[in-house]
Every structure is written in C-alpha cells, then in structure tokens.
C-alpha cells in the first residue's frame, strides 16, 4: 500500500500538507482538478507498479485467449470478443476436422 497524497472533503479533493490558502478549492480550480485526478487512482487502492503488472498479466491472458491475435492498438471490447470468438471457432474447426479425419481412417479400416 502506499500514503495518500490527496485527502476528500465535503468541498472537493485537496493535496494533503499543502497550507489552507494555497488548497481552497474555490480558489484553485487547477489545483482542485489535479488533487480530485489523483484522487481517484488513489482510491482504487494500487500503486502504479500493481497496475502495470496487471495490465501485463492481462495482456498475457488476451494473447492467450485470442491465439496471439490482439495488439495493443486494437483493445477495444468489440475487437477483444469478436478476436476470441474466432480463435475459438478455428480451434473447434480443427478439432472437427481431426475427428472427421479419424471417423475416415476408421472406416478404411473397415473395409
């Protein structure tokens, strides 16, 4: 875990140590939005390094899913679905054909 810098008030977000006249809020807009920004990733509670290492893992699993088909400049939700669901289709497809090989093979055998 790692110290906050940002603290939530009723008013808005404020940076922690900094004097009163320089935090107001309604006097440092600028401020205030960079203090609220950091804010929010602070509150999902992982330092940077976590994340990264999630995206990572993330990425790994993707790759995986979707027979190495994804690349980072096609993450969207879509493209992620429809590139899984065709990974997904051709592995059954050659399975299908595998069994079909086999059913032939056995019937030669057979004859």
Do not use: H
């Not at 990733?41 to 995986?64: C, H, K, N, Q, V």
């Not at 088909?69 to 992620?80: E, F, G, P």
């Not at 289709?89 to 299908?96: F, G, N, P």
Request: charged share 30%; glycine share 4%; proline share 4%.
């Amino acid at each position: 875990m790692f110290e906050r810098l940002t603290v939530r008030t009723l008013y808005g977000c404020k940076f922690k140590g900094l004097p009163p006249y320089v935090n107001k809020p309604d006097k440092n807009k600028l401020l205030s939005e960079v203090a609220a920004r950091l804010a929010a990733y602070e509150d999902i509670g992982l330092s940077p390094e976590e994340i990264t290492d999630m995206i990572y893992r993330f990425e790994a699993f993707l790759s995986a899913m979707t027979g190495n088909r994804m690349s980072k400049s096609n993450y969207t939700l879509d493209a992620m679905i429809s590139a899984a669901d065709e990974y997904q289709q051709s592995l059954c497809d050659e399975c299908w054909d595998r069994s079909e090989e086999e059913a032939e093979k056995a019937l030669e055998v057979g004859e």
